[in-house]
């Protein structure tokens, strides 16, 4: 058993040494490879789930640390509230395996969203975090353990929506803001890079979530940007009703980093959103909205 643990736990050094330079899914060296670069293969169905134990096991895993995240917004002792089930789940060649989860605060409003799942490192299972924090409130200090340990205190102040421009008039019908929503989308881009390779992300048709008993003043959606390795996202757009600065509701989006790499984005090809290399990702204290590392080994 002692054996075992000094394993696991140098099994876990050793993967946060590959933060900066791991394995890729084929198990050849690349330098930068991350959680969020995993090919995310296919999305799974509750079938697959149910037929395969292993799944069962590690999806369980996944919901338990997801409900241990405690994200607490400074002016309420509440901490936000995960959703489940997860936005959707993902495996790859039955090995790589994520859940992807959104958070809402107290009145039901989207405040986190996060994946969580697991690499293979040393013949073992590594569970593996990524959160971006979505409404732009200060939050208590949140310890994410880890090799290293976090601890995550995001600054917000450059997390309001934004207005899009020439976007149509938020219509009345439920059915035809989702046509809209989605002609918005399609009018942005998203390009990934690293080591001087450019990567062009496509977006997936339909939203990963839809803003429940929506209505003219309360709607919304997120949307993702892959590689074209999986279906794990790497920019997520939340596109929103909200109120304009003159009081009329509009549309509005808020670009979401979900990798470390760098990331652009353009809207009607001309560039709204760009964010360099998260250099500092090892970094004990973390005050960037989007947080990534390695937890522990899953027995």
Known sequence: MKCDL??????????????GGTLSPSGQPVRGQETSEIDAGPVLTSDDVESNPRA??????????????????????????????????????????????AWKDAEHRLAAIGTI????INNLDVQFVEMHLLRPKPIEPLTIEGTPPKVWQPDVSAMQLRPVDNALPVAASARLR????????RRFSAEMSSDGQHNQL????QPLYRYPDSTVTRDGALFAFVWDKGTDPEVVLRLEATDNSDGE???HYQPVRFTWREVKLQLDRAEVWHVDELLDRDSPQQKTPYITGLTEVVP
């Open 6 to 19: 000094q394993k696991a736990i140098r099994s876990i050094a050793i993967a946060a040494v590959y933060l």
């Open 56 to 101: 069962q096991h590690l999806f369980e895993v996944f919901a338990t640390k997801a409900r241990s995240l405690a994200i607490t917004p400074q002016d309420d002792d509440k901490a936000y509230e995960v959703m489940e089930p997860p936005l959707f789940r993902f495996a790859t060649e039955g090995t790589v395996f994520g859940s992807v989860y």
């Open 117 to 120: 799942g697991v690499i293979p």
């Open 178 to 185: 989702m046509t809209h929503m989605r002609a918005i989308a």
């Open 202 to 205: 496509r977006l997936l048709p």
């Open 249 to 251: 509701v509009g549309w």
